[in-house]
C-alpha cells in the first residue's frame, strides 16, 4: 500500500509500505476511506514531538471500512463502516477504567501516528478495535465523520469541558484554526453570553463569525483592555488556547478575570512563561490536557440527531494519492485559507464536496 512516511523534521514522502498486518486479537484492519490532515502533523514535521521516529507513518484521524479482524474482536465485523479515534484504549489499566483513554498505560492512548503507524494510508492497523473504533450510522457521511476523529472531542473535553463554559460567560478563543472553531461550536452548546475569538488571519476570523462567534479581533487589537471594557471591566471567565505558542498562552492568562479559567488545548513545542506574579492571587484555573474521546458516542449521537454540525470547515478536498498536495495547501494555510482538509480513497462514496 502507499502512505505518507515521516523522514525527520522537515521531510516526508508518499511511498510504498508493506500492508498492515494482524499483530494482536485485538487489532483491526481498515481501509482508509476518508482521512485528513490535523496540525499536530504539522507539529511533528517541525520537531516539536521527537517522540515520533523516521520512518512512521503519521495521521490519527479516519473514517474506514474494516476489512479484517483478530479473534479477540467482537462488536465489529469485515464491512462495518467505522470512526477511527485519534485514541486508543486497553480498557483494562488504571486510567482507562476511569474514563481517561488518552493516559492509557496498557499501549493505548494518542499511538496512531505518533508511536506506531497511522491512518495516512490505504490502510492502517487499529488496536484494541472494540475501545477505539466507532461503527457509523447511514445517515453520518464519512466527511462529516471526520471532525469526530479530534476536533470536536478534543474542543469539547479539553476545551469548552476543562474551561467548565456555563450559560452567560464570557468565552475567549485566541486561534480561529479548526480546534478553535469547533471549541466556538462546543462552546455554544452552553449558551454563554459572548464568545470571542482572536485570531491573526482575517480569513479565520470571518471563518470565525460564520461559525457563531459574537466578536473576532486580531492580535494587534489592544484585546485585553478591549475584552475589560466588554465585560464591565472584569475580564472573560474562560480563555481558551488553540494555537500552541507561548504567546497565545499568556495572552490568555492576560484576559482572564479573576476566578476565571484558562484551558489550553494547542501543542506547545517550546516553553511558555508562567507570570505567577501576576495570577497568584487571582484563583485563576489553568488546565491542560489531551483528549479521552469519551465524549465521542455523545457527539456522533448529536451528529446523527442533526444537532451539532460544522458546515463549511472542510474547505479542500483531495484524493488520498494527493496526500502531498494536500499537505502543501494545509501547511500554508494563511495564504490558501485552507481550514480542514479531506482525502477519500477510490472505495468512499462520500466525494460529496
Sequence with gaps: MKALVYNGPGHRSWHEVPDPVIQDPEDAIVRVDAVTICGTD??????????????RILGH???????????????????????????????????CRQGRYGQCLGGGGWILGHLIDGTQA??????FADRSVHKLPDNVSNEAALLLADILPTSYE???LAGQVKPGDTVVIVGAGPIGLAAVT???????????????ASARQKAALDHGADLAFGPEDDLVETIKELTGGLGADVAIEAVGIPETFELCTKVIRPGGRVANVGVHGAPATLHLEDLWIKDVTI?????????????????????LSMPGLITHRFGL??????????????????LKVALFGDESKDLEG
Design 287 to 307: 488546565t491542560t490536557g489531551l483528549v479521552d474521546t469519551w465524549t465521542t458516542p455523545r457527539l456522533l449521537s448529536m451528529l446523527a440527531a442533526g444537532r
Design 61 to 95: 484521524e479516519a473514517v474506514g471500512t474494516i476489512l479484517t479482524v483478530g479473534s479477540g474482536v467482537h462488536g465489529v465485523q469485515p464491512g462495518d463502516r467505522v470512526l477511527i479515534s485519534c485514541i486508543s484504549a486497553c480498557g483494562r489499566c488504571e486510567y
Design 122 to 127: 490505504e490502510m492502517v492497523r487499529v488496536p
Design 186 to 200: 462546543t462552546s455554544k452548546l452552553y449558551s454563554p453570553s459572548s464568545v470571542i475569538v482572536v485570531d491573526s
Design 158 to 160: 479539553v476545551g469548552t
Design 42 to 55: 504539522l507539529h511533528i514535521l517541525k520537531g516539536d514531538v521527537p517522540t515520533v521516529e523516521p520512518g
Design 321 to 338: 494519492d494527493e496526500m502531498q498536495d494536500a499537505y502543501d495547501i494545509f501547511s500554508r494555510a494563511g495564504e490558501t485559507g485552507a
